[in-house]
Nanobody
Framework: QVRLQESGGGSVQSGESLTLSCETS????????MGWFRQVPGGEREGVAA???????NYGHSAKGRFTVSQDNAKKTMYLQMNSLEPEDTAMYYC???????????????????WGQGTQVTVSS
């Protein structure tokens, strides 16, 4: 059974940084796509950043220049380094996973089949 567990959320002040982690387990795969999403109550889920198992990355508009996605394939863990956080970044952050035959199938991909439970990030001014 595929499992994803986010951690690292919390409450910070505007301008501070946080690093989120997403530990995955329960699968073997030739390649994978992973992504970070966020959602506020009553809002739509927004793609923040994505990475494939070859290290290719893609970012949503809100993340560019401030957030960095990375992964440790040996640990099956993905990270999201978030710098210069703003109150507008307050949301529940989710990680997601899709298993694919090759990393090229991750290009431009924002749809995923497996999801974590989320970790809350709150930024106060």
């Amino acid at each position: 059974q595929v499992r994803l567990q986010e951690s690292g959320g919390g409450s910070v002040q505007s301008g501070e940084s946080l690093t989120l982690s997403c530990e995955t387990s329960g699968y073997t795969a030739i390649a994978s796509c992973m992504g970070w999403f966020r959602q506020v109550p009553g809002g739509e889920r927004e793609g923040v950043a994505a990475i494939d198992s070859d290290g290719g990355t893609n970012y949503g508009h809100s993340a560019k220049g401030r957030f960095t996605v990375s992964q440790d394939n040996a640990k099956k863990t993905m990270y999201l380094q978030m710098n210069s956080l703003e109150p507008e970044d307050t949301a529940m952050y989710y990680c997601a996973l899709e298993l694919v035959p090759a990393a090229k199938y991750c290009r431009g991909k924002w749809s995923f089949g497996h999801w974590g439970q989320g970790t809350q990030v709150t930024v106060s001014s």
